[in-house]
């Protein structure tokens, strides 16, 4: 619609994160290995070519505060953002105020991002043993200090802070209602919950009913929910039952770039796209593997194609050979030759859908020796600082 018709006319955003429209409620969540600009490219073009727009948020890879701030080769690799990306959106791990500042600092006088998201959600035992990741929420002087850092930097700016943590460490340690009230007391523009506690990793159900609780608790900013959207009538159920403002979606979109376009097409209220057959399937891997090949060179882009076959795969009629074969690919041609020989007219089976990716067992959290003994310390924790995925 052209301005000149008024802004009474235009459509107001599906959600707004701070000065951040989007037209679609939903988030890819940060996922190491994954949503990095190949995967996030790759959404992008797959939602505007079956839905005719780009709607949603798409967050890069998780990188840590610390290794940003000294410029780690690997870190600032993984901090690209292609030029048809907007916003760009980048996630921090972080556990000290300081690093925290100089981190978002950084991302606002290099104009690295446009918004940033914080996570407070990681369960890995590496991680929250040395009192990181969803360790942090409850010690709320700590959260408090960090959440607050990130938008001290930010302030004077259109860049907005978000936080995403989980229900809390375990079911005798909820922390998620103080850890939103927190975050927006301090300014973040947003908060997410990941459905489970620590101690249930990715096991189990997400207890949507936590989300609801939340929303009635945070009212002053826009909460999310993340916790078993494998569909795009999940997010519309997750919606309808607990009155989030948006989705956060990871492992539902493994091995299926084009569930963004599903999702952003039911959360508008109009029909899904068709899920593709498997000769469409084969050219959405074979461009995969052509944007990861031109973000890390074509040896290690075929590397790192490997372990998307499985989830690409899962559920159609691909012999064992030919999976073996494609996850040991080390060229495009012989990623090109072998999907040729797929059965291209094979309709997306219906044992395709549902949960993907790791789900594990639920286990007791490693924390820090004394770790639950004073809520209130805000000492920050050594050796916390290292690179993990989760939340």
């Not at 996030?40 to 948020?57: F, K, P, W």
């Not at 929420?137 to 004077?156: C, D, I, Q």
């Not at 936590?210 to 078993?228: C, F, M, Q, W, Y």
Request: glycine fraction near 10%; hydrophobic fraction near 40%; charge should be negative.
């Amino acid at each position: 619609m052209p301005e000149e018709a008024g802004a009474s006319l235009v459509p107001e955003p599906a959600l707004r994160i701070g000065s951040i429209g989007l037209n679609s409620p939903v988030v890819l969540a940060p996922m190491a290995g994954v949503t990095n600009v190949a995967f996030r490219v790759l959404c992008r073009e797959l939602e505007m070519a079956r839905t005719g727009t780009v709607s949603g948020l798409y967050v890069c890879e998780m990188v840590t505060a610390r290794a940003l701030v000294e410029r780690h080769p690997v870190t600032m690799h993984m901090t690209a953002f292609d030029p048809s990306e907007t916003p760009r959106s980048m996630q921090l791990y972080t556990v000290d105020p300081e690093y925290t500042y100089q981190a978002a600092k950084m991302i606002v006088d290099e104009n690295l991002a446009d918004h940033i998201d914080m996570n407070f959600g990681c369960p890995v035992p590496k991680v929250t043993r040395k009192g990181g990741g969803s360790a942090i929420p409850y010690k709320r002087r700590l959260f408090r200090n960090v959440v607050a850092a990130a938008v001290r930097a930010t302030e004077g700016t259109d860049i907005p802070v978000t936080v995403k943590f989980r229900i809390g460490i375990d079911d005798d340690h909820h922390t998620h209602l103080d850890a939103g009230r927190i975050a927006a007391d301090e300014g973040a523009q947003a908060v997410a919950l990941h459905a489970r506690t620590a101690s249930q990793r990715y096991s189990g159900t997400a207890v949507w009913d936590e989300i609801a609780r939340l929303k009635e608790h945070v009212t002053s900013v826009p909460v999310l929910g993340n916790g078993d959207i494998f569909e795009a009538d999940d997010a519309v159920r997750m919606m309808a039952q607990t009155g989030c403002d948006g989705v956060v979606v990871g492992r539902g979109c493994l091995g299926r770039p084009w569930l963004f376009a599903e999702l952003s097409a039911r959360l508008r209220g109009v029909e899904a796209p068709t899920p593709p057959n498997l000769g469409e399937v084969g050219e959405i891997m074979i461009r995969h593997g052509e944007l990861l090949a031109a973000h890390h060179g074509e040896m290690k882009g075929m590397r790192e194609i490997r372990k998307h076959v499985a989830w690409y795969l899962r559920g159609f009629p691909a012999g064992s050979d030919l999976r073996s074969s494609l996850s040991l690919v080390k060229t495009l041609d012989d990623l090109r030759e072998l999907i040729s020989t797929l059965p291209a007219d094979t309709p997306f089976p219906d044992d395709a859908h549902g949960p993907r990716g790791r789900q594990g067992s639920p286990a007791s959290v490693a924390l820090p020796e004394g770790w639950l003994d004073d809520p209130e310390d805000d000492t920050v924790p050594e050796g916390a600082e290292i690179m993990h995925s989760g939340g």
